[in-house]
């Protein structure tokens, strides 16, 4: 079974900064892509950031230029740095990823970890 388990989450001042790491192990042939989401209380869960896949990287609006996702391969680890933080993103982020577990079967599956809290300050 494939898990995805995220750290680097916690509470920061405005405009501070937080790496958040996420890292796939179990039966992974490879990745296709991998992403952040995030969920404020009462909000829908909204993609903040993808990596892989046919687009490449891509960021939500409100996050680009502040914002950076990049990723490991090796480790199976995306990273998503944040900078400038603001209390708007505050949330609890999730890590997401399609993954190939079987050479022979052309799916990808999705995962989803449990999630890491992210606290912003004024």
């Known amino acids: 079974q494939v898990q995805l388990v995220e750290s680097g989450g916690g509470s920061v001042q405005t405009g501070g900064s937080l790496r958040l790491s996420c890292t796939a192990s179990?039966?992974?042939?490879?990745?296709?892509?991998m992403a952040w989401y995030r969920q404020a209380p009462g909000n829908e869960r909204e993609l903040v950031a993808t990596?892989?896949?046919?687009?490449?990287?891509s960021y939500q609006d409100s996050v680009k230029g502040r914002f950076t996702i990049s990723r490991d391969n090796a480790k199976n680890t995306v990273y998503l740095q944040m900078n400038s933080l603001k209390p708007e993103d505050t949330a609890i982020y999730y890590c997401?990823?399609?993954?190939?577990?079987?050479?022979?079967?052309?799916?990808?599956?999705?995962?989803w970890g449990q999630g890491t809290q992210v606290i912003v300050f004024s």
């Open positions: 990596i892989g896949g046919h687009i490449g990287t």
């Open positions: 179990g039966s992974i042939f490879s990745i296709y892509s």
């Open positions: 997401n990823a399609h993954i190939y577990i079987d050479p022979s079967d052309e799916v990808r599956y999705e995962y």
